[in-house]
């Protein structure tokens, strides 16, 4: 089993940065690819950015956040980031980091461990 606790969410004016952490607990983070993903009001869930646990391959599952997200993490301290700059109103959602055995995955339903979220609001 794997627990996901999100933190650093909040509101910033659009242009500004953000940094979330997803901490894991009940498993080492370094067996465990890594997703962020999102969900705006209305909307599907979808997904942000991936890191692989073998490697640190990283993969964008969306084009809208291409160039302004990294991911990160630190196998020692259970925790991965995610940093996002230049936010748009459009990034306004509630951010989930997600947890699969290995590598990353196209599909949300791959991913078996979910965090609670955490709130991202942009003002214009």
């Known amino acids: 089993q794997l627990q996901l606790v999100e933190s650093g969410g909040g509101l910033v004016q659009a242009g500004g940065s953000l940094r979330l952490s997803c901490v894991a607990s009940?498993?080492?983070?370094?067996?465990?690819?890594i997703g962020w993903f999102r969900q705006a009001p209305g909307k599907e869930r979808e997904g942000v950015i991936c890191m692989s646990a073998s490697d640190g391959g990283t993969y964008v599952y969306s084009d809208s956040v291409r160039g302004r997200v990294t991911i990160s993490r630190d196998n020692a301290e259970n925790t991965v980031y995610l940093q996002m700059n230049s936010l748009k109103p459009e990034d306004t959602g509630v951010y989930y980091c997600?947890?699969?055995?290995?590598?990353?995955?196209?599909?949300?339903?791959?991913?078996?461990?979910w965090g609670q979220g955490t709130q991202v609001t942009v003002s214009s």
């Open positions: 997600a947890g699969v055995h290995g590598v990353c995955y196209d599909s949300i339903g791959e991913y078996d461990f």
């Open positions: 009940g498993s080492p983070l370094v067996y465990w690819a």
